[in-house]
């Protein structure tokens, strides 16, 4: 890989990270304000909705202008959210502020990467990308979760700093700070040289353009496939961090802090899958990784088996280990379809409306599971059940496709 590969590695990995321990936080911030429960997957809702919202616009944004300046002023965007918590602005509002920022660094993020590295390593870089993707989640969680604990609690209070108080304080300070590391290495992400499209002023061209890049993608055989994949796996994703959370609350026993690590275990799984994804399947045998997503709605329901924290963690590395395995390949040729068909920024842009329109979709689901009070079992076997289902449904599909060409080979022109 070229260096420039692993700059843009890092920038990912700090602002991931911050993210994910801002989660944290949020959540915890919330508590502190005696927010009903129901509002923990407001937080995901919030922060998915500027994806949707805007994603019309961040794509031709994102390929306006050099994809460095883009992922810059993304993260300065979660920096100002980052300061309106920590000023005190109610968490659901400031957190959607971060959303916003995120929906804007997205297409740049893994739109680079088709610019600046050949197809042939995009099923690779993928992996590294969502390998460290995932390990900013795992350090993420457990940096936000471990934050909280009693002895970093009486460690940051202990430590004077002006006009920061209390210990939440103090936390959101640090994360801040994290999202500043992440900015200042936007600043050294190699310029590819791609020309850019100049940036259409009139909303409606735009969102008109965007309609068309959202048919052109669902009606190419290969795309819809793993648009269709990918879709799922991130408002599945979303759903279970949450998911898990209080299922080790209620049925595991555990404190927040310990839940909230524990979650990084799934996280985990993801990385291993991911990284044996980018070294076995190559982007022609891409579509074969898909029963393992059936497989993995039907792991979920063993959760409700499980007695105690010990046997939690395989199960939960299990899981994320069959969902990195199937995701990466798919998200690769989602993003080859797409830069072929549309451009790298209005490519993801589709995607991204996609997946956090699922993401929208899951967490209000379970925000209304949550207000009719429905036991965490009953919760984690309709999650189990529909994840199988629907990739069931995709595959029907995908053997459908193939059956409408002479063969399969011809199925693969263009990878």
């Not at 949707?52 to 883009?70: E, H, I, N």
């Not at 969502?130 to 989640?137: D, P, S, Y």
């Not at 934050?147 to 430590?159: P, R």
């Not at 055989?221 to 209620?250: N, R, Y």
Request: aromatic share 10%; net charge neutral.
């Amino acid at each position: 890989m070229p260096s420039g590969f692993y700059i843009i590695m890092a920038a990912q990995f700090f602002s991931a990270l911050a993210d994910n321990a801002l989660l944290i936080v949020a959540i915890a911030a919330l508590r502190d304000l005696q927010a009903p429960e129901e509002y923990v997957p407001v937080l995901k809702i919030s922060f998915a909705v500027s994806y949707v919202v805007l994603a019309a616009f961040v794509g031709a944004f994102a390929d306006s202008m050099p994809k460095w300046r883009v992922m810059f002023i993304s993260n300065s965007i979660k920096i100002l959210g980052c300061l309106m918590m920590l000023l005190g602005v109610y968490p659901l509002v400031a957190y959607a502020v971060v959303g916003l920022g995120a929906a804007a660094y997205s297409p740049a993020k893994y739109g680079i990467l088709t610019e600046y590295l050949p197809h042939r390593l995009l099923v690779l870089a993928n992996g590294w990308i969502e390998g460290l993707t995932v390990a900013a989640i795992i350090f993420g969680v457990a940096l936000g979760g471990a934050l909280f604990t009693e002895n970093a609690t009486s460690a940051l209070l202990s430590v004077p700093l002006l006009f920061l108080d209390t210990h939440i304080e103090k936390v959101i300070a640090l994360i801040g700070l994290i999202y500043i590391v992440a900015a200042v290495i936007n600043l050294y992400v190699p310029d590819t040289g791609v020309d850019h499209k100049p940036l259409k002023r009139n909303p409606l061209y735009l969102v008109h353009e965007f309609g068309h890049c959202i048919a052109l993608l669902w009606r190419d055989k290969l795309g819809q496939i793993s648009l269709a994949v990918t879709t799922l796996f991130w408002g599945a994703a979303a759903a279970l961090q949450l998911i898990v959370i209080k299922w080790a609350e209620d049925k595991l026993g555990l404190a927040y802090s310990s839940a909230a690590m524990l979650q990084g275990t799934v996280a985990v799984g993801v990385a291993v899958g991911a990284t044996l994804a980018a070294r076995f399947v190559t982007l022609k045998k891409s579509v074969r990784v898909i029963p393992l997503g059936i497989a993995m709605g039907f792991v979920v329901l063993v959760m409700n088996f499980v007695p105690n924290r010990e046997l939690a963690i395989p199960v939960l590395i299990l899981i994320g280990a069959l969902s990195g395995f199937f995701v990466v390949p798919m998200n690769a040729l989602l993003q080859h379809r797409g830069h072929i068909l549309m451009g790298a920024g209005h490519s993801i842009a589709v995607q991204n409306f996609n997946e956090n329109t699922s993401v929208l979709l899951m967490a209000g689901v379970y925000f209304l599971m949550l207000r009719a009070e429905m036991p965490i079992y009953a919760i984690v076997t309709l999650f189990g059940l529909f994840v199988s289902g629907i990739m069931c449904l995709i595959r029907l599909r995908h053997l459908e496709n193939q059956r409408q060409y002479d063969s399969v080979a011809h199925l693969d022109d263009g990878i």
